[in-house]
């Protein structure tokens, strides 16, 4: 038997701003990370240019040549099936960027992709609350809310490899208009951070004779972690915010478990600092809005991944799983 | 190479009321079926002896002992997972049922149990409109509304065998309550065929003045049929209810597209009889809610099994995919 457990991956991690990088083991250790930032390139041959002179000096450090066994790359409408970046409004790179291919050329070394949530699952998977799990839901609860599927082990891609797009489910039907889609009524429209400080700021207008906490801020000072501070000093408002928060995001997660039955749903991303706050509500409603065959036994639970380390990890995972991916 | 051409499977499909039967090969021809009451019998053992005593002579006649493969059984709250029927309310035997166990004793025959709906949309796959796809969805569309979801190839079970419940998801929070579950405004309220006879009484109580054919009928009379032909002679209150359904159903099949990018949605059941009445506004709404990236790609479409042999083959198509099921 050959022994992989000096093997090596290095995980990438595309933000619009910053990029981060680290060199993982098959424990999810990271041995060394760094970061640069993603938009002082405006072409991604630079960018990758630069990318290469900052890890190469890492891979040379901790690794001989043959034991790192791949690139994973996690990025904003990275597309595994391709291994490119298709219009990602948020970065400078337009239209449909070739990086696995750019990556490969450069460090001579396999390279895989895929979008930022669902290296967030396979991260969980591979080294968090979800290890040894063959059916989940990660759900992302940050600026928007994304979602990673797992389903008999395998990360769910669809017949064209967007699967997994649950924050734009509707869930209240003509409801709340997304600012970015149009749409009505979406779950991000109301579970994300940004709709949790518009839900925060629709409620202290509802009732403006009603003493709050959050009434020093202006309205677009108010963010979900001022809502969770004030909530957390007993601001009736504030709990509020997270209680019809709770309820949302409850329904939507009970409609995905009559979906695919998952053991555990599992929430990550700047929301669930809230802690109880988000997750009480969220476990009630969930389990209100559930057929009796399926309640009291789907797990919910937040992401054991450090936030700092979970998005290298996501992406340096997909080294792991790579036999299936394009490798550029 | 050994020639499986010339394999059989049987396909027994038990309702309620009525199990019907059939001897099937790999392209999907029905050699001969036929069929027995199930309520005739309160002990599910002398049902097996009663099936066997139904379906040997047709093995004899069709086959020599060595060319059929097993016996596929679609049922109520079928369980892949154990080969049990476990709490079917519509059927005499109560708790869990080892069907496969007293199947396989009777007949010596290997044999694979399934629900209903995960059945259809495994004979879809063989037979029917969803031949050669990886990726897809099947609606079942009758007195309730069932489903049965294909995942890579792969029929999703989640991680209880209870996954694909999307008639019981909700669409219309604080909707329509069910006469069953007691959940509110969930997807079987409305596009079952049971949802179209409740809508259509809504509408001409609503508007009592409105003209209609439907008024003919006494309000237990009319049923999804009933609406249908109404509609079709131009009845606007009729044709209301369907757009209506369609709408509903729509804007389910939005959220589920966003969850598994299927290639396909395969409506079946009575209620597709209504065609483009019916197929139309859910088309249009799903589109409609849909993010852009999903738009004008997945396929709406009926079932392509008869709808008198769909049950049956779908059972017989169990028997094909048998590795990985339990045989009892």
């Not at 990556?103 to 991260?123: C, E, M, Q, R």
């Not at 057929?291 to 789907?298: A, D, G, H, R, S």
Request: charged share 25%.
């Amino acid at each position: 038997m050959i022994d992989l457990s000096n093997e090596l991956a290095i995980g990438i991690d595309i933000g619009g701003t910053n990029t981060k990088y680290g060199i993982v083991n098959h424990r999810g250790d990271i041995l060394e990370k760094g970061d640069l930032r993603t938009d002082a390139y405006p072409k991604v041959e630079e960018f990758v240019d630069a990318l290469y002179k900052a890890v190469k000096p890492i891979i040379k450090k901790n690794s001989n040549e043959t034991s790192i066994k791949g690139i994973g790359i996690g990025a904003p409408n990275g597309n595994p099936f391709t291994g490119t970046i298709e219009y990602a409004p948020n970065l400078r790179w337009k239209g449909v960027i070739p990086l696995c291919e750019l990556v490969t050329a450069k460090f001579k070394l396999p390279s895989v992709i895929n979008n930022d949530a669902k290296s967030a699952a396979i991260g969980e998977m591979t080294y968090g609350a979800a290890r040894g799990m063959k059916d989940f839901i990660m759900i992302t609860l940050g600026t928007g809310v994304g979602s990673g599927i797992v389903v008999n082990g395998q990360v769910v891609y669809g017949h064209d490899g967007f699967a997994g797009e649950l924050g734009h489910t509707t869930i209240r039907p003509g409801g709340r208009k997304h600012h970015g889609t149009g749409m009505h009524g979406t779950l991000e429209t109301y579970a994300s951070a940004t709709g949790i400080a518009i839900t925060a700021n629709q409620l202290l207008d509802e009732d403006p004779d009603q003493e709050s906490l959050m009434r020093k801020y202006r309205r677009e000072e108010i963010t979900a972690k001022v809502v969770a501070e004030a909530a957390e000093k007993g601001d009736k408002i504030a709990q509020d915010v997270y209680s019809f928060t709770g309820q949302i995001l409850g329904e939507a997660l009970a409609n995905f478990v009559m979906f695919s039955s998952p053991e555990a749903i599992i929430l990550f991303g700047g929301v669930i600092k809230a802690g109880d706050l988000i997750l009480k509500p969220t476990r009630e409603h969930l389990e209100k809005n559930l057929l009796p065959i399926f309640q009291n036994k789907v797990k919910l639970v937040f992401s054991e991944l450090k936030e700092a380390d979970a998005a290298i990890l996501g992406a340096s995972a997909l080294v792991w799983e790579m036999k299936e991916a394009v490798t550029g």
